[in-house]
């Protein structure tokens, strides 16, 4: 995970932009809670999930390189791809879209060929691939590289 840091602060540097030092108050208590944060979602083949990520998700990258796949969504958010040796567990989510339609979304999404999970047990129970917690909804799928990737509507 350093390694991912590290590259992702020369990234930054690259492109001269502002990486603020971290504050620190209380008794030298780190604040994270006023910087962006993005997921790091690893991948045995780059280009695979370069093609996952355009064919299925409709999502091209905002910058390339060694270092991986910068892909940028919603509210100023990014998240990046990198080359990776290890694989993705796939038994927990690395990363969630917001949505305010979940079904329209897994719709959308089924319609250019994402598959998703579906889950029948004590705690989660998906009905057309849609799962009610309380309030939210969930619906979750893999990337080709088996990364666990999720919708949410957090009414």
Avoid at 27 to 52: Q, V, W
Avoid at 129 to 144: E, I, M, P, R
Wanted: proline content about 5%.
């Amino acid at each position: 995970m350093v390694f991912v840091h590290q590259k992702w602060y020369y990234v930054l540097r690259k492109k001269k932009e502002k990486v603020p030092a971290l504050t620190s108050c209380n008794g030298g208590a780190t604040l994270l809670s006023e910087y962006p944060i993005h997921t790091a979602l690893p991948a045995t083949d780059l280009e695979r999930a370069k093609r996952f990520y355009a064919d299925k998700l409709g999502l091209t990258p905002e910058s390339e390189g060694p270092d991986g796949l910068f892909y940028r969504c919603g509210g100023g958010t990014r998240f990046l791809v990198f080359p990776s040796g290890g694989t993705a567990s796939g038994t927990h989510t690395q990363m969630t879209w917001n949505t305010t339609n979940i079904e329209a979304a897994v719709a959308e999404l089924k319609a250019r060929g994402v598959v998703f999970e579906e889950y029948d047990t004590p705690e989660v129970k998906t009905i057309n691939s849609v799962a009610t917690l309380g309030q939210s909804k969930g619906a979750w799928f893999q990337d080709s590289e088996g990364n666990l990737l999720a919708l949410g509507q957090f009414d």
